[in-house]
């Protein structure tokens, strides 16, 4: 007969499938838990990039907007004797190369008619001054020049009104996407120096001719944005009748259509005359109007169409998984689980071009549409990053709109 202790014993023990299955419910409730931290991680990962991009949209959104709101113009054109409040728009290629290559990527080029801040202004006066100073006395030191700018400076008045510049440009990284909105202020018939000669910049009618370089402009222009996939400006004429849509793929742009316009000459001087020199306005009416500011028309609106791109220390939003080259009409994506484009049609961009897909199907981008948003379509390898970025899209009215019937 066996003892009370040998039963208990036996009682209290577990027995081998008893303990596989415990074992087997830890490690499911184990394996929940992991799959749980990571779920949360990830959500975390992306919340955290998408405020990041929000924030970079939000910036660029504030600093372009801060320098359309400055335009200025004459709503009637009779209160001026020459047409100084000038709006010019021209689509040329980026980087404005003496020649460029044939079908390049292009960007808008805006100068324009702008109030000063000012503290702007004094800035722009001060330097003025200072190179004076330093043509006319070359031997005075820093010191020096400061003193005398400061005492001239007392017999500048403020007037308020200078000129604009804006371009993007390609930004400096190995990355090809990435672009800088650059920007310089101008006091009136303020000059820059080419081959020792004093040029307005404003008077030249084609930037990047041997009358105004690109290097020229590039040396005195400043970054006001970096970090930007793409940076463009629609116009609100007198015939335009939609905005369109800013993420649906390129249907050409007549000038005056009813699409909004992509070039302007408020002047109307006889500048935008065919696709060298930056478009066909249709609304230009030759070099005798140059000088009639009673015929000057502005815009009602401006839209801007902007992408900010992902930081570079965050994981690329795609990978390329094979070259492609400039007539491809798909793509495959390494990992493309993380992709964070539309499944039906978005834009991408591969280093300098931007590609507009018509699905997601698995790994692919289907249905491709090449050289988008005016660049270059070209050939691919593998292992680039594929962008999507932030879309950034705002209007700006224009107080001093002025129509060609308005006159």
Known sequence: MKSTAQLHGRASGFTLLELVIVMGILSAFLVMLVQLVGLGLDLFAEGETGQMLADRGNRAERRIRAELELLRGSASGRDRDRADDRLLVQLLPIGLPPEAERGATRVQVVRAAVSLPPERELQLVDGMLAMR??????????????????????????????????????????????????????????????RDRSVDPFAVPLPGSPDLPGVTLLQVTEPLLDDLLHCEFHFWSQRTRSWGRADAPDSGNQSGGARPEIIWDSARGGWLVDEAMGGEFAFDRGPDSFADPEDDIHPHAIRV??????????????????????????????NPDRFPGASDGGFVKVRGEWIYYNKVEGDRLTGLRRGQRWTKATEHPAGVRVHVGQLVEFVIPIPHKKDDWNG
């Open 133 to 194: 100073i330093v043509d006319a006395e070359p031997e005075l030191s820093g010191e020096e020049i400061a003193t005398k700018v400061a005492e001239l400076r007392k017999n500048e008045p403020l007037r308020g009104l200078g000129n604009m510049l804006l371009l993007p440009w390609r930004q400096e990284n190995a990355d090809d996407a990435m672009l800088e909105l650059r920007v310089a202020w101008f006091l009136p018939g303020q000059t820059v120096t080419v």
């Open 305 to 334: 169409v902007a992408v900010a791109a992902q930081p570079a220390d965050l994981p690329p939003e795609g990978i390329l998984a094979g070259g492609i080259s400039a007539e491809d009409k798909g793509l495959r994506l390494v």
